[in-house]
């Protein structure tokens, strides 16, 4: 069964830096194909693709935030990482990771997701 | 403002059939294939639909997937109390990557 979870602040300060880690098991990123993704749900609004990492450490960014992010992966861990830079208010959104595989279109399963608030 | 264009509302009563439409571009659904998510309040999003018409096991077959060209629809039957929830759809674009549909937000009246 796989599983993910996000953890990180509830709370940035603007202009601060956010970092945010999933934590998964029932795969492994060394694994051939496997991806995990980075989306994000402000309140009342869309979904938002952000950010995804493959096996081979191939990444891929939202173009428009692109050079505000930054997506690792620790396979030791069992872990990936998000960093989003200069956070604004506009950023406060509920965070989810998710399990892919590169040959498909989908996102399955997704972590619980995290409330992240940006606010002075 | 999303790539993927959905309807912001739809609204039926228990039994009836729902449609929900999702309208894209050549980039993304007219050359990908789509996949929809149920979002319940407070609760992680759910894959749907995968592949235009694809259904996870454990989905109900009252979920059901089309694509035709450039867009794509989700559609329920025999809608229940339960299946009122946020429903996105999803592609793969040649140039932007993933991108998400606006989202509706579907009432059981």
């Known amino acids: 069964q796989i599983t993910l979870k996000e953890s990180g602040p509830t709370l940035v300060k603007p202009t601060q830096t956010l970092t945010l880690t999933c934590t998964f098991s029932g795969f492994s990123l060394n694994t051939s194909g496997v991806a995990v993704g980075w989306i994000r749900q402000p309140p009342g609004k869309a979904l938002e693709w952000l950010a995804l990492?493959?096996?081979?450490?191939?990444?891929r960014y939202s173009p428009s935030l692109k050079k505000r992010l930054t997506i690792t992966k620790d396979t030791s861990k069992n872990q990936v990482v998000l960093i989003m830079t200069n956070m604004d208010p506009v950023d406060t959104a509920t965070y989810f990771c998710?399990?892919?595989?590169?040959?498909?279109?989908?996102?399955?399963?997704w972590g619980q997701g995290t409330l992240v608030t940006v606010s002075s | 403002q999303s790539v993927l264009t959905q309807p912001p509302s739809a609204s039926g009563t228990p039994g009836q059939r729902v449609t929900i439409s999702c309208s894209g571009a050549s980039s993304n659904i007219g050359t990908n294939t789509v996949s929809w998510y149920q979002r319940l309040p407070g609760t992680a999003p759910k894959l749907l639909i995968f592949s235009n018409n694809q259904r996870p096991s454990g989905v109900p077959d009252r979920f059901s997937g089309s694509k035709s060209g450039t867009s794509a629809s989700l559609a329920i039957s025999g809608l229940q109390s339960e299946d009122e929830a946020d429903y996105f759809c999803a592609s793969w674009d040649d140039y932007l990557f993933w991108v998400f549909g606006g989202g509706t937000k579907l009432t059981v009246l």
């Open positions: 990492i493959y096996w081979d450490d191939d990444k």
């Open positions: 998710a399990h892919s595989i590169a040959t498909t279109n989908w996102f399955d399963p």
